[in-house]
């Protein structure tokens, strides 16, 4: 094959098939030898229930994967950033640019977004060959590799959230869900200047792990109690009597968003980064009594990625930790499995050598 890539028909229904090799049609468009793809918590919904909300139609068969990293093979005529043999981190979503979220800087918001692997029509990333505007992929260092580099993704997911949790020096953090983004928000929320950051699963396997990755303390709850006492639980054996500054809820879950609801001080900040239900209950008069700022997080925006990637490379964030396995392409629905039944923490897609 050429350009082998892997089509989603619908839940459980996937095949490697061979497309053209991409050629470049705008002058500041780029191509990617894909390297590396990640895979996640996403990629599972689409492989078991054939998407998220809009699913992939059988006659519309769509290519997977938004986490990549490569090389770049080729480039349009008026490209400066990047040449050929650059190493580069993908961000996968590219916006219309002229819309009003994008004019505001908040391009993770524009309606016209196309975004790697969203149906109906939007491909995804693993495939050899990926198409890309240079202003959306980002060179790497040397010194990293490129198994690190798709790390950079859900960094940058974790990046936006502590930002908009607006957590500052000396400030306590409550992170809910020690999976990929969890983690990752806890160890951007230590760098970013946090005294102290509590990880809360109710998996206590990932709260040993996320005590070496985060530097932090860890919280298992008792998922028969309500809400209310495991967030008086928190604030009690871990001494902060007025609340946290900030809460990440990172998991999805109903419980672990109403304990943080309940955790947080007066005036604190909630940000929603898990995805779970489409609908849950919150303590509506706590939130409102204590005057929260609550926040849904969306992907990334402007400056995420590049922060990110300059927390990596200065080592305050080290994502190459969190890697657990690298499939051959050719096994891809293998490592779809593995993240499906919670094996590892992140597990890669390999796109084999020429």
Same mark, same amino acid.
């Given at each position: 094959m050429?350009?082998?890539?892997?089509?989603?028909?619908?839940?459980g229904?996937?095949?490697?098939?061979?497309?053209?090799?991409?050629t470049?049609k705008?002058?500041?468009?780029?191509?990617?030898?894909?390297?590396? @793809?990640? =895979?996640? %918590? !996403?990629?599972?919904?689409?492989w078991?229930? /054939?998407?998220?909300?809009?699913?992939?139609?059988p +006659?519309?068969?769509?290519?997977?994967?938004?986490?990549?990293?490569g090389v770049?093979s080729s480039i349009?005529s008026?490209?400066?950033?990047?040449?050929?043999?650059?190493?580069v981190?993908?961000?996968?979503?590219?916006?219309?640019?002229?819309?009003?979220?994008?004019?505001?800087?908040?391009?993770?918001?524009?309606?016209?977004?196309?975004?790697?692997?969203a149906?109906?029509?939007?491909h995804?990333c693993?495939?050899?060959y990926?198409?890309?505007?240079?202003?959306?992929?980002?060179?790497?260092?040397?010194?990293?590799?490129?198994?690190?580099?798709?790390?950079?993704?859900?960094?940058?997911?974790?990046?936006?959230?502590?930002r908009?949790?607006?957590v500052?020096?000396?400030?306590? @953090?409550? =992170?809910? %869900? !020690?999976?990929?983004?969890?983690?990752?928000c /806890?160890?951007v929320?230590?760098?970013?200047g946090? +005294?102290?950051?509590?990880m809360?699963?109710?998996?206590?396997k990932k709260?040993?792990?996320?005590?070496?990755f985060?530097?932090?303390?860890?919280?298992?709850?008792?998922?028969?109690?309500?809400?209310?006492?495991n967030?008086?639980h928190?604030?009690?054996?871990?001494?902060?009597?007025e609340?946290?500054?900030?809460?990440?809820?990172?998991?999805?879950a109903e419980?672990?968003?109403q304990?943080?609801i309940?955790?947080?001080?007066?005036?604190g900040?909630?940000?929603q980064?898990?995805?779970?239900?489409?609908?849950?209950?919150?303590?509506?008069?706590?939130?409102?009594e204590?005057?929260?700022?609550?926040?849904?997080?969306?992907?990334?925006g402007?400056?995420?990625?590049?922060?990110?990637?300059?927390?990596?490379?200065?080592?305050?964030?080290?994502?190459?930790?969190?890697?657990?396995?690298?499939?051959?392409?050719?096994?891809a629905?293998?490592?779809?499995?593995?993240?499906?039944r919670?094996?590892?923490?992140?597990n890669?897609?390999?796109?084999?050598d020429?």
């Open positions: 050429q350009n082998p890539s892997w089509f989603l028909y619908g839940p229904s996937a095949k490697l098939q061979d497309v053209p090799i991409p470049i705008h002058e500041h468009d780029v191509i990617v030898r894909i390297k590396y @793809v990640g =895979v996640c %918590g !996403s990629d599972v919904h689409f078991r229930h /054939g998407g998220i909300g809009l699913k992939v139609n +006659s519309q068969p769509l290519i997977l994967g938004h986490e990549a990293s770049i349009g008026a490209v400066q950033s990047v040449k050929v043999g650059d190493k981190a993908i961000e996968p979503g590219f916006p219309c640019r002229r819309c009003k979220a994008c004019k505001n800087g908040t391009y993770n918001l524009c309606s016209t977004m196309k975004f790697a692997a149906p109906p029509d939007t995804g693993l495939t050899k990926f198409v890309a505007p240079e202003d959306f992929v980002y060179k790497i260092p040397d010194e990293m590799d490129l198994e690190e580099a798709v790390l950079v993704e859900p960094t940058a997911v974790a990046v936006h959230a502590v908009l949790a607006k500052g020096y000396g400030e306590s @953090v409550v =992170v809910f %869900g !020690s999976g990929t983004v969890g983690l990752l /806890g160890a929320a230590r760098a970013l946090a +005294s102290r950051v509590i809360v699963d109710i998996l206590r709260l040993e792990f996320a005590k070496t985060v530097e932090c303390e860890t919280f298992l709850p008792n998922i028969e109690a309500t809400a209310e006492h967030a008086n928190i604030l009690d054996i871990f001494g902060i009597s609340g946290v500054d900030a809460v990440i809820e990172a998991s999805g419980l672990s968003a304990t943080g309940f955790a947080l001080k007066t005036g900040n909630y940000v980064t898990g995805i779970g239900k489409s609908k849950i209950e919150i303590p509506i008069l706590a939130l409102s204590k005057e929260l700022r609550v926040r849904g997080c969306f992907r990334y402007a400056g995420d990625y590049d922060m990110a990637l300059k927390l990596i490379r200065e080592g305050h964030v080290t994502p190459n930790s969190l890697v657990s396995s690298i499939t051959p392409l050719e096994h629905t293998i490592a779809w499995e593995k993240t499906a919670g094996e590892g923490i992140k890669l897609i390999e796109v084999g020429d």
